[in-house]
């Protein structure tokens, strides 16, 4: 084994932007996801994988909503730690048949992740992150009375609910994914940004109807299992300053302090892309050498530093210049 990457993937990765989102698209987005994937195998790396589940936790709940008079409606956590299993199962089993095909002895494993949050996060009281299904304000006034939702106008005329969405302060299990990953084992950990849970002043563990930032917590899960490589992988080839304006451009080689710069000045969308970029500036703030933000299709290139937006410490040395 070369090095160790800790992989993010995005929800576009598993369900894709179009079609009804059945397990069988579903499926077969995993795996046309995973040709990029396997282009870290190829190159030995010891990896560790994160999924984003925005479109299926959303699913989760909206079956909680059309079914609550029928059958007992399950919290947030618990629909996260679901998607965990069924997206964790879907990465899985397409992983496996793909290295049995190759003659590839590795094993691939999933696991159930809680991610310690702090209860007093400031995010818990003013919560801001829209989940679930979109409906009216008419439509959705009646369900917030009667299940306890917070809800807010996402744009005009679309309402959904809002949950917290704190930062990770601690992953359990993190030794035991370390160790699985040093062995080479690919392992598929805190999906959808972990089951948020928090500590009683006992010590017991509650959980926390909130949604953690998948990418923060792959900053985080990285920095435990001493990943050298992050990998963002979402639907754009790269981070851009003036997105999507005349004077667009896409980032390529950046130093953390250029990129704390193009933060600092505004350029990063706080729903899309900013999180990111912070998640990457933690992650090269310990040990990391390298952060990498780019698509399904520029993996290969990006392996090489010939893609991607590549963000560097000079300090850290051993980086891959994109040409």
Not at 159 to 179: A, D, E, Q
Not at 274 to 291: C, D, N, T, V
């Amino acid at each position: 084994m070369n090095k160790t990457a800790m992989i993010a993937l995005g929800g576009n990765a598993i369900s894709p932007g179009t079609g009804s989102g059945t397990i069988t698209e579903q499926f077969a987005r995993t795996r046309e996801s995973l040709e990029g994937i396997m282009h870290f195998v190829h190159q030995k790396y010891r990896i560790c994988l994160t999924h984003g589940n925005g479109p299926q936790v959303g699913d989760e709940l909206l079956r909680m909503d059309l079914t609550h008079v029928q059958v007992p409606p399950l919290p947030l956590g618990v629909c996260v730690a679901g998607t965990q299993g069924t997206i964790g199962y879907m990465i899985q089993q397409s992983f496996q048949n793909r290295l049995h095909l190759e003659g590839i002895d590795r094993e691939v494993v999933t696991l159930v992740t809680q991610v310690e949050v702090d209860p007093d996060d400031p995010s818990i009281k003013h919560p801001t992150k829209f989940v679930g299904h979109r409906y009216t304000r008419k439509e959705i006034e009646p369900l917030a009375r009667q299940f306890g939702w917070q809800i807010g106008e996402q744009e005009p005329g679309v309402w959904r609910r809002v949950v917290p969405s704190p930062k990770p302060r601690y992953i359990m299990h993190g030794s035991s994914i370390r160790t699985l990953v040093q062995h080479g084992t690919i392992v598929i950990a805190s999906g959808g940004g972990g089951i948020p849970v928090y500590r009683e002043p006992d010590g017991r563990l509650e959980g926390l109807d909130a949604v953690i930032d998948k990418d923060l917590a792959a900053a985080l899960m990285g920095r435990i299992i001493k990943a050298e490589e992050l990998w963002i992988i979402t639907d754009v080839p790269g981070a851009y300053v003036h997105y999507k304006t005349p004077r667009e451009q896409l980032l390529g080689d950046i130093t953390v302090d250029q990129a704390r710069a193009y933060l600092e000045a505004g350029h990063f969308q706080s729903g899309s892309m900013q999180p990111k970029i912070e998640a990457a500036l933690y992650f090269l703030s310990y040990h990391g050498k390298r952060a990498v933000i780019t698509s399904i299709p520029e993996i290969e290139a990006a392996i090489h530093g010939k893609a991607g937006t590549i963000i560097y410490n000079p300090n850290q040395g051993d980086h891959c210049e994109n040409s």
